[in-house]
């Protein structure tokens, strides 16, 4: 008999997890123990194989251990794990955002999506003299204080978008508006738009699930931030090196004043980093008086990752992921008709989420009237056939290269059998 890794795990791990929504707790089970993985597929520690279309939630976009990056990982370890000190690399990889991103003339890189979203919000009060931000309902921007109102991902999965422990002060800045409600907005603007430091926005919702942007909302959000001389910030963690080469904001040809990325910038590496216009940026230390600061920001390791999975995804690699992710698409949605269950199915590019509706999901509020239950049942039905989604109804499923048509083929069977099981035991 293996031991059982939770049941242990829970007597030193808070619920036997680093982060929360690992526990599959809102699906009724155990969480899985990965012992390792390899392109499209991780293996449980009891040997149990799945397609994992969770992809480390957004960084494995080639595939786990893609050769092209343990050997840069290997070949930079041995020179040192960290200095403390700036290297070439950093400088490189930072040449390579900014091809991508040419709206980030300066750049500063981080340990994590949550620091780089942090350390913006304050880059973008010091700048602006201004306090009040602006995020939207069901937006994730990691574990901010300022930013946990009405929050998506974990926090939506959990049943607590709202975190104790944040005291009342450090959110009475915080207005949360709709997503996709560019009235909304629009109206909040008017009133008091000189009081707005700055708005935060995913350019394609992901933490809700994938919504995608109404192209009429992304455009009012840059022409009234301008107007109030507001800072705009796209949040592209998730949406960076994923959706298209230049991340949403070339998808949807508009420039934010302040971009955040993480996730595949490391490369599967604890990785993130902010930028934007360069008046901006160089209000930071060590030439301004915005502090921020990071032990391991720019790591070596990371940073080698990070310039590895840059260097293989070309333009022509959105081309494969965009025809992989239709094809998924279609798949689903036809099994779905011949189960005769109602199914939505949003994707951008190579993420998708799937959600028990009749009609499409445009913000949190429909969000929540999907069916989450069914979504539960659904989760193990794949998973008893191999296939590992998220653990969540409100999370984005990731594609990476390694998942070939073949691959995803059997993944459109095993979606077709668990439709028709969760509609037999209903
Ligand atoms: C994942 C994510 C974050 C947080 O990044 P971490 O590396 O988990 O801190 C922030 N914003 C968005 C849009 C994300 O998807």
Same mark, same amino acid.
């Given at each position: 008999m293996m031991k059982n890794c939770y049941s242990e795990a829970c007597e030193y791990l808070v619920g036997g997890v680093n982060s929360p929504v690992r526990a599959f707790r809102a699906m009724g089970r155990e969480p899985i123990f990965v012992a390792r993985a390899k392109g499209p597929y991780v293996w449980d520690t009891e040997s149990r194989r799945y397609i994992d279309l969770i992809g480390s939630w957004g960084p494995m976009i080639l595939g786990?251990?893609?050769p092209k990056i343990t050997q840069a990982l290997r070949k930079a370890a041995e020179k040192g794990?960290?200095?403390?000190?700036?290297?070439?690399?950093? *400088?490189?990889?930072?040449?390579?955002? %900014?091809?991508r991103f040419p709206s980030m003339e300066r750049i500063r890189m981080t340990s994590s999506g949550t620091e780089a979203t942090m350390s913006a919000i304050r880059l973008?009060?010091?700048f602006t003299k201004r306090e009040r931000i602006i995020k939207f309902e069901g937006s994730y921007h990691g574990h901010?204080?300022?930013?946990? *109102? %009405?929050a998506g991902s974990g926090a939506a999965t959990l049943g607590t978008p709202d975190s104790a422990g944040v005291p009342p002060s450090f959110v009475a800045t915080t207005l949360s508006l709709p997503y996709n409600n560019?009235?909304?907005?629009?109206?909040?603007?008017n009133e008091q738009g000189e009081t707005i430091a700055v708005v935060i926005v995913e350019p394609v919702a992901g933490n809700m699930g994938v919504i995608p942007p109404f192209l009429e909302f992304l455009k009012i959000l840059r022409t009234e931030t301008e107007r109030h001389k507001t800072l705009l910030i796209f949040d592209e963690v998730m949406t960076g090196f994923r959706v298209a080469w230049g991340g949403a904001q070339e998808?949807?040809?508009?420039q934010p004043d302040l971009t955040c990325l993480g996730k595949i910038v490391g490369g599967g590496l604890p990785v993130g980093a902010f930028g934007g216009r360069k008046e901006i940026m160089e209000l930071?230390?060590?030439?301004?008086? *915005?502090y921020q600061a990071g032990t391991l920001s720019g790591n070596p390791l990371a940073v080698a990752a990070g310039l590895a999975t840059l260097q293989e995804l070309r333009r022509p690699t959105y081309k494969i992921l965009e025809k992989r992710g239709a094809f998924l698409q279609k798949?689903?949605?036809k099994k779905a008709q011949e189960a005769g269950i109602p199914v939505i199915c949003q994707r951008v590019g190579s993420m998708l989420t799937v959600f028990f509706s009749e009609k499409p999901i445009h913000n949190y509020e429909e969000v929540q009237q999907t069916e989450t239950q069914r979504f539960a049942r659904f989760f193990n039905a794949l998973l008893d056939r191999g296939v590992l989604i998220p653990p969540s109804a409100f999370e984005a499923w990731f594609l990476s290269l390694a998942h070939t048509e073949s691959i995803l083929k059997n993944v459109v069977e095993a979606i077709g059998e668990s439709f028709q099981e969760i509609t037999q035991n209903l």
């Open positions: 786990h251990a893609h794990t960290s200095y403390g000190l700036p290297t070439w690399k950093e *400088v490189e990889l930072a040449q390579e955002i %900014r091809r973008a009060r010091g901010v204080d300022s930013l946990l *109102v %009405r560019a009235e909304a907005f629009k109206k909040v603007m998808l949807f040809g508009i930071l230390a060590p030439l301004g008086p *915005v798949g689903i949605e």
